[in-house]
């Protein structure tokens, strides 16, 4: 049972570039979460979303981020106009269900680097 | 302003020796708090903890929460240079759809 998928694992992206970060969360995990961690920093949360669904996107900047989870295919983080504050590690975490009864799993991560 | 706070912040030890990390929080509605490993890459999952006073084992990992001072512990005995990475602390509040991180300890064990 693959665990959850980001890609890719490094991006470099010159600034007023457009970042696509991909998630595919773990088999039967409807729930997905997007969290960033910037250097010396824990993770904050961005977004979370169910298919089709945005549920909460008060962690997500006001400008330039969006997030889509589309009944079919992965979800996507895309941020556009990249800028080098958006250097970080992102975070894609799935669970099957409300965060009650179920721990969040966590994808290795995209690290992006904007020059 | 709802928050998660852990100490210490890093700490470096020698192989064999025991360690306590902390985490306290305010949160609105807590449900429940989690901690995690992050070694390189993504942070795996430990522990799950809902009640008070119930430890949660694990190999010489163990930890214990208490609702009524809003805290928890993590304790790692006889550690191995294994055990270097940073631990993450969340709680899950908010009618379950939110979770939020500390900042972390970065412990380092020391052959």
């Known amino acids: 049972n693959a665990g959850v998928m980001q890609n890719p694992r490094h991006l470099v992206r010159r600034r007023g570039q457009e970042a696509r970060l991909r998630c595919s969360p773990m088999k039967g995990h409807s729930h997905v979460y997007w969290y960033r961690q910037l250097p010396e920093e824990g993770l904050k949360f961005m977004v979370y979303l169910q298919k089709e669904n945005i549920i909460d996107e008060s962690g997500m900047p006001k400008e330039r981020f969006s997030a889509e989870f589309p009944k079919e295919g992965p979800s996507i983080l895309r941020i556009q106009q990249v800028v080098r504050g958006d250097s970080a590690a992102y975070f894609c975490?799935?669970?099957?269900?409300?965060?009650?009864?179920?721990?969040?799993?966590f994808g290795n991560g995209t690290r992006l680097t904007v020059t | 302003e709802d928050k998660v706070v852990q100490s210490p912040l890093s700490l470096v030890v020698h192989e064999g020796d025991t360690v306590t990390l902390n985490c306290s929080y305010e949160?609105?509605?807590?449900?429940?708090l989690l901690w995690y490993k992050q070694e390189k890459k993504a942070p795996t999952f430990l522990f799950m903890l809902?009640?008070?006073?119930i430890e949660k084992k694990s190999g010489r990992l163990s930890s214990i929460l208490d609702k009524k001072e809003l805290f928890s512990i993590l304790n790692i005995t006889a550690t191995q240079t294994g055990d270097s990475a940073i631990y993450l602390c969340?709680?899950?509040?908010?009618?379950?759809?939110?979770?939020?991180f500390g900042q972390g300890t970065e412990l380092s064990v020391k052959p």
């Open positions: 975490a799935s669970s099957p269900g409300h965060l009650d009864n179920s721990p969040l799993h």
């Open positions: 969340a709680v899950v509040y908010n009618q379950g759809g939110k979770l939020i």
């Open positions: 809902t009640s008070s006073g």
């Open positions: 949160v609105t509605n807590f449900r429940s």
